[in-house]
């Protein structure tokens, strides 16, 4: 088993990790933030102990406790993650605290304005700021040492943001050739049934950076240069009029409850967006 262990860590460390063995308890308080943390821990009882690399467990007063509320969202903090809270050490500007202020807790960073005076700051703009004065009754205040992410998620729309990134770099390092072009939309063009479906032709174009955006004219005038006996050949005044709603917005965006479309001839657009990738 130990050997097991060393390859992880050996691995870990290859990938520009830093393990660490955890052989060091800490107290853990199951409380949530709007419960607060009191200076002397005999103020209320601790659920247990959590163990913690050594180097993590400092010479100060250390607990752990469970963020319930959501002002640090953006700073990375969401509910339900644990952090560890020294008690006893100074306070820098930028530093996050867990502040006890008249009989209620909170997460918050902390910060002195030009004029001097404190802040808790949060990182949520749905929450205030709060200004420290001497008429509060502050009963601890600790540093969040180390954070500790009990259920790692991102969000979706980030998530596809970064394929999209990615995927446009990668579509701006390759950009088909007008050849490669005209092979695609004399394959795609028999399932095309009606001149409005070409925009499914159109917006892949203009995803792949073939054509720029609202380039109608150009458009029409390359299917009819390579489909010019198509049953069904496009309008330039007519393919705008499908731009609406997610339609507007690149194929990988397109949502069937906001698409001037429904049913099978959604598919159908789809579909035909598809193939042309493909062929592409």
Request: aromatic share 8%; net charge negative; proline share 6%.
């Amino acid at each position: 088993m130990k050997k097991e262990y060393e390859e992880i860590f050996r691995q870990l460390e290859l990938a520009g990790m830093e393990p660490m063995i955890c052989d060091t308890p800490i107290p853990y308080y199951d409380v949530t933030v709007q419960a607060g943390i009191p200076t002397d821990p005999g103020y209320i009882s601790h659920e247990g102990m959590m163990w913690m690399p050594e180097c993590l467990a400092k010479a100060g007063m250390i607990c752990m406790v469970t963020v319930r509320g959501e002002s640090m969202i953006r700073a990375g903090i969401a509910p339900g993650d644990r952090v560890v809270v020294e008690y006893g050490t100074e306070i820098r500007d930028g530093d996050i605290v867990v502040a006890m202020i008249d009989g209620e807790s909170t997460v918050k960073s902390f910060m002195t304005d030009a004029k001097g005076n404190k802040w808790l700051v949060p990182h949520n703009p749905d929450f205030d700021a709060i200004r420290l004065t001497e008429d509060m009754y502050i009963n601890s205040l600790g540093k969040v040492v180390q954070q500790i992410k009990m259920n790692p998620r991102t969000g979706y729309n980030e998530n596809l943001q970064a394929i999209e990134l990615t995927l446009k770099r990668q579509r701006k390092a390759y950009i088909p050739s007008r050849e490669q072009v005209k092979n695609a939309i004399c394959n795609v063009a028999p399932m095309v049934d009606e001149k409005r479906k070409w925009y499914a032709v159109y917006r892949v174009l203009v995803d792949r950076c073939v054509i720029r955006e609202n380039a109608y004219t150009t458009f029409v005038q390359w299917v009819e240069e390579d489909v010019p006996n198509h049953t069904h050949l496009p309008d330039a005044q007519d393919l705008p009029r499908v731009a609406l709603y997610s339609f507007s917005k690149p194929v990988a965006k397109w949502e069937e409850k906001n698409a001037p479309v429904s049913g099978k001839r959604f598919r159908d657009y789809c579909e035909i967006a598809r193939c042309m990738e493909e062929e592409l």
